[in-house]
């Protein structure tokens, strides 16, 4: 008997029936940018069409985002330079934009998933993801105040903390203390194979996060292991880790497939500022199809394993799918 393949691709009909991979806005985690102010909605120069929000109108951004279908948002803050030091004081203020976000939030859409950046950088003086002691980053200083802050996090409202910093022991920390002060239901969504990837630029512009020396290869992950990330994955869930991330994402696929092949838990992929940046770039000289690359970027990120893409192209995506 003669195949043909051909048949289920004549025309988009069966294609779509056949279909194994489909984007919908469920499988979406909305990266919003806070900064202070009233009345702010700048956007970011390496990242064409994105935006920083003061809290007026990040309510309007949810808003608009509930209403097209996304329900999670992942909340980064830009910190006034006056308010960094190396100890990260201000990310544990109980009124700092962080926690104040987290509130405009729930107040704009109650039921929006809010999830919070856990890291250092944005707060540090030195710009790195740890306290700075003789030049090095110091791993069990920095879990500690990691802690302080994902609790600081729940108080306000988070249903997750997403830990970014790749410390070690960081999620054991978190976990036993939202344990002990009874924060139960608060999840951890632990960016578990994080990357020493060049792909972040546009990130380090948008928050003024770039470290201040030399670079961050002593604690996130060299791009040219593959075997490490499932060891630290599997680590971050033993210690009580919710969902576990992969970030990069397009250059990372295989690093998502083994994973996803090796836990039991969802998966989500960071499909970062210099991804985005490039499409765009790409698409405004005319050398690329915006919509068509973007689409096809995304399924493959959800075809490798993605249960999750936090992505700054979720709103076009949304809007071109529906």
Not at 35 to 48: F, H, L, Q, R, T
Not at 72 to 97: H, I, M, Q, R, Y
Request: proline fraction near 4%; glycine fraction near 6%.
């Amino acid at each position: 008997m003669l195949r043909r393949n051909r048949r289920l691709r004549t025309d988009e009909v069966i294609r779509s029936l056949v279909r194994e991979t489909i984007i919908s806005p469920n499988d979406f985690l909305v990266p919003l940018f806070i900064v202070e102010g009233k009345n702010v909605k700048e956007e970011i120069a390496s990242m064409p069409n994105y935006f920083r929000f003061s809290l007026d109108l990040l309510e309007k951004e949810v808003k608009e985002l509930w209403d097209l279908g996304l329900r999670s948002v992942l909340l980064f803050v830009k910190v006034p330079d006056n308010l960094k030091d190396n100890a990260g004081t201000e990310a544990l203020n109980p009124d700092g934009l962080m926690q104040r976000a987290i509130k405009s939030v729930k107040n704009a859409v109650p039921e929006m998933l809010v999830m919070t950046d856990v890291a250092l950088d944005p707060y540090s003086s030195f710009g790195h993801d740890g306290v700075v002691a003789d030049g090095k980053i110091l791993n069990d200083d920095t879990t500690a105040i990691l802690a302080e802050m994902s609790l600081s996090h729940a108080i306000a409202g988070a249903n997750f903390v997403a830990p970014s910093d790749m410390m070690d022991g960081r999620i054991f920390e978190i976990r036993s203390l939202l344990e002990d002060e009874g924060f139960h239901d608060t999840g951890i969504m632990s960016y578990s194979a994080k990357y020493a990837s060049a792909f972040y630029g546009p990130f380090r512009d948008a928050l003024d996060s770039a470290p201040g020396f030399g670079d961050k290869k002593s604690y996130q992950m060299d791009p040219a292991n593959r075997d490490e990330a499932v060891k630290e994955t599997l680590m971050d869930i033993e210690e009580g880790a919710d969902i576990v991330m992969v970030k990069p994402g397009l250059c990372y696929l295989d690093i998502v497939r083994d994973i996803k092949n090796a836990v039991n838990v969802p998966v989500a992929v960071y499909q970062v500022s210099g991804e985005y940046a490039m499409i765009k770039a790409a698409s405004e000289k005319g050398w690329l199809d915006h919509d068509a690359v973007m689409m096809e970027q995304l399924t493959a990120i959800k075809r490798a394993g993605a249960n999750m893409i936090a992505s700054y192209f979720a709103k076009d995506a949304v809007k071109l799918i529906s």
